[in-house]
DNA sequence: CTGAAAGCGCTAACAG
DNA sequence: CTGTTAGCGCTTTCAG
């Protein structure tokens, strides 16, 4: 049985809200009883029990962070930026891997919303607006990064999506390529994360007067397995293929493997790009191009808007574009 | 102002008591009633506080995971381990990155008690033995991670690290190597993690009559920079050197970039062995030779662990022990 | 400057 | 099978 205010009060001799008092560090107390009450506090080893505290004030210093899966790289990056301020802030976080199933992603959210958090960070997957909607709309701070929403209370911090898929068909096409494939991720639902991509993508090809073949486009889970089984069959069923472009590193990594297991040379005769720049795509060999994200101050704008809309509840958040630039490497 | 379980009674006719039941299945209720209060639970979209639960319960469904830097493979790999059990068993986890420094972890440790963790898995650094006593005697579910700690009260769930540098030693040694550094984390005090990694070394070295210089053991911040730059100082400082073994993979990433920087072929010039067998390892060029770790076994141990302490407060926990191998790849 | 009383939302006896 | 009464540990009126 843990010490509770109650027993720091007796013991000092003062009254339970006293100690609050000077716990909390709020009104006016005499210098002595303060002194007084905080050696017992020491003396007793007394620590307030946050659960009873968020109980009264509706404020539990906690937030979630509601991912894909903590193994990316990518994401492990964004939280580091986000775990980074919220300590600065006081705040702890939860975190939660999704594997972009939506309906895990509900549970989550529900979970996080029962466990009183102050707000939640999340990346999204399309089938879940109606449930983020309506929790925003019930007061609680959430913020949707890489994900765009239309919702007077979403807090939205993204990457300019759009702009890589072009960065990348502008270099693509200036090495000369005509036939480009790319591996997409599941959810392409117009508004989205996706959606611009595959969009820069298509504009940048049509700009270039480039094929945009359907079929020159492959979903595929975000993972490096996945970008192999698809790379594999995208380079078999179209051999005029000589470039992908992936939607992110790990799919651009497997990609590479299927190259290597084909006898494809890089980029000779398959050029690659890949998005994020997660450290391990410049340390292969080839070296992977790819469409660079600052993925720790993503992290960190995500956590500060959250944490804007928390203090002001009333003031709709301003959503927030980071750009990307493309890095060079040996596999173009 | 969310609904709650009085909403819920008063709109049903009945109890909160009731209601109470239903939500918990617990106690025996007419099946009428029953559906009753849950269709008026699902009109009302009712969900149960969860704070309010714990503050009477004493158990929150929530548990602390303590570890240096999730944007390293390694922790990134145990979480996800951790997390996969964790979410089955209907725990959300609270995640903190200490950078391994002491002060950090105190602050985290005392934070997560603080929000009435159920329990707490760490990856602790020396310096807080006290403080991680304190808890685990307060009742307070902890299982250490690589680390070695005598207490009735502690969950160890640890890697054979000593036979991890056996195994690299042995190798290392039938390859003819005679001078062999090694780069050693920041806690070298005996008993833990690191102590054990460096006795294995040692005792290998004796064990082929091999020189235990100290100077051939360099302490370092296990990230790649550390790797790095230990490494260049460790090959300038003694040329004689033609092997080096790491105690964490992106240490021996650092060290194969030193050796690309100094031109030392890598592995006829020197070397390299590391240690977890991260997933890039297996990717650069040349790949790394490293100590096998199922990380996400790790993790899950962990968890399963701090269950059973959980739900079996009186049961001394079993410390587990998993073992390692040798993957060797081109950098041997 | 300090205290008494009420109540956050829930579960736990103990009755009925 | 169901309801009443406390009380978890804390903060918040509102008095003194």
Not at 79 to 107: C, H, M, W
Request: with cysteine; net charge negative; proline share 5%.
């Amino acid at each position: 049985m843990p010490v509770t205010m109650r027993d720091v009060a007796e013991r000092a001799g003062v009254s339970i809200k006293t100690v609050s008092r000077v716990v909390n560090e709020q009104g006016e107390i005499s210098e002595a009883t303060r002194q007084n009450v905080l050696a017992v506090i020491k003396e007793l080893r007394y620590r307030p029990n946050l659960l009873a505290r968020g109980l009264v004030t509706q404020r539990t210093n906690t937030i979630g962070l509601v991912i894909g899966d903590i193994t990316n790289p990518f994401f492990s990056e964004v939280a580091r930026g986000v775990q980074d301020v919220a300590r600065a802030e006081g705040y702890n976080i939860f975190l939660a891997n999704t594997d972009s199933l939506p309906d895990d992603e509900r549970k989550v959210l529900r979970s996080l919303a029962d466990h009183a958090v102050d707000g939640i960070i999340i990346f999204p997957n399309s089938d879940n607006e109606e449930l983020i909607g309506e929790l925003a709309s019930r007061e609680q701070p959430i913020v949707l990064v890489n994900y765009l929403l239309n919702h007077e209370h979403v807090g939205l911090v993204t990457t300019d999506l759009y702009a890589g898929s072009r960065l990348a068909v502008d270099h693509l096409a200036a090495k000369g390529h005509q036939h480009i494939g790319m591996l997409a991720g599941s959810n392409l639902v117009v508004g989205n994360n996706q959606g611009r991509r595959l969009r820069g993508f298509r504009d940048g090809l049509a700009a270039y007067g480039l094929p945009d073949n359907p079929d020159y486009v492959r979903i595929s889970p975000g993972n490096m397995e996945g970008g192999h089984a698809a790379a594999l069959a995208l380079l078999a069923q179209h051999p005029q293929i000589t470039a992908i472009y992936a939607y992110n590193d790990l799919l651009a990594m497997g990609a590479l493997q299927a190259c290597r297991q084909m006898g494809k040379r890089v980029p000779d005769e398959c050029a690659l790009i890949g998005f994020d720049d997660i450290l391990m795509v410049s340390l292969v060999n080839p070296s992977l191009t790819s469409v660079r994200i600052d993925k720790s101050n993503l992290g960190q704008q995500a956590m500060h808007q959250l944490l804007s809309m928390i203090r002001n509840p009333d003031q709709p958040p301003a959503p927030i574009v980071l750009g990307v630039d493309l890095v060079i490497r040996e596999s173009t």
